[in-house]
């Protein structure tokens, strides 16, 4: 039954999303732009941008555009839709649906970026598989992270404040492990030496999953 549920409330995302694709191609666009932004704040002398520089700017553009992205995740839902789900569908099927649809979201775009950002300022990293298992585990984070937060900001007021306020301290922790592996896979360091990040951010996404997912019914209920 869950399944169903989860399968159903996927598809109805999906479809929801090709019918407002304004939103997609609002994040398409600034991706673009913060993107054209940093080339051309560095086309003047690229001896500038080295590779602290080439990362921090990449992750910096992936949490604004991950915020931007996932923010709309409940703050779109009418309160009517929302009652109108409560007497369909369980509230766990509700945050795994969401939860699942913004990691197919955040990896997608994620991997965008990644391609338009190495074309337009160059890739500078050594290791592709090991920098795709850090984007993979940014996007994995970022969306757990931001969609329970998300469903938290939604039944205030000033969602959009309060989403900015309560992401910081969840997102602080994912983006310094994800800045560790990426510096690490733009270096050519050993992959046993990035062992300790990446199991550090996976423990950090299920924790956040599973507490997102113990957690919803209540904030659903209220």
Known sequence: MLIKEI?????????????????????????????FICYMSFNINMSQLNVITWNALFWIVMLFNAVNAIA????????????????????????????????????????????????????????????GVGMFLGALGFSVSLTMVSSIAAKASNNTTLMAILSFPVILPIILMVIKISKNAIDGIERSESYNEIITLLAINVIIGAVSYLLFPYIWRS
Request: net charge positive; charged share 20%.
């Open 72 to 131: 709309k995740s409940f703050m779109q839902e009418r309160e009517e839709r929302q009652l109108y789900y409560y007497t369909l569908v369980s509230p766990q099927s509700i945050i795994v649906a969401k939860t699942i649809y913004n990691v197919f979201l955040m990896f997608s775009l994620t991997i965008l970026a990644y391609l338009v950002y190495s074309l337009v300022l160059g890739n500078k990293v050594e290791d592709q598989l090991l920098f």
């Open 7 to 35: 399968r159903i409330l996927l598809r109805k995302e999906f479809i929801l999303e090709w019918r407002q694709r304004y939103a997609l191609n609002g994040m398409l666009l600034y991706v673009g732009s913060t993107i």
